[in-house]
């Protein structure tokens, strides 16, 4: 990931690598606008230059071959996980992805993720587009049908990565999670992205951001994210 700014006094925001083309010295990074912070980032026109660029920022991540692995997304969670589906797909392992999102609407996409996919699996919490319910859902979908999982790999708001890590030891599966706690200098010195995995203190901008999602403490991290 990178923690960019947009301007001088501009929120210090990580952002994941969603996508990069080293031929053309680029990265792509996906933002949803909800803040001061990303409106301004999201302002940009072609052509300007945010302040600060800091990266590539956390730990590099082991890809697998021959396996079966379930990347499970979750809103914005797409984007960070697109780049994993690809290095997957490209490895040759066979990559089921599960896609949900609040509503149609709020899918993006499609066209990539399919493209790297051996099968994807859609859910909506509204039913506007595929399964009407939770990513989850179409996990233990999966799971009864007899899918042979060697890894799942959960991206997406808290409660759903600690959905998926609950369904996933509930089954026997390794599961890995990407955190997402509050973040700020992003190397390990202000403690503000401290999470609690395995009964250690971690820190995900330097430890992770990914981790054995069976070990998280959900309660905490969930608890911090709510001071903020």
Known sequence: F???RSHETGERIPLTIADSDAERGTITLVMQEVGRGTEKLGAFEEGQSYIDV???LGKHREIPEGKTIVCVSGGLGLAPMYPQTKAY???GNKVISIVGARSKSLLFWQDKIEKVSTRVLYSTDDGSFGHHGYATQL???LVAEGEKIDEVVAIGPVPHMRAVAECCKKHNLPVTVSLNPIM???TGM????RVTVG???QYACVDGPEFDGAEVDFAE????QGTY
Not at 190 to 193: A, T
Not at 221 to 224: D, T
């Open 199 to 201: 009964g250690k203190v």
């Open 184 to 186: 700020v200098d992003g």
């Open 190 to 193: 202000c403690g503000g992205c």
């Open 139 to 141: 996990l233990e979908q």
């Open 2 to 4: 990178v923690i960019v």
């Open 54 to 56: 800091v990266g590539p």
């Open 221 to 224: 991290l969930m608890a911090r």
């Open 89 to 91: 797909h490209a490895a």
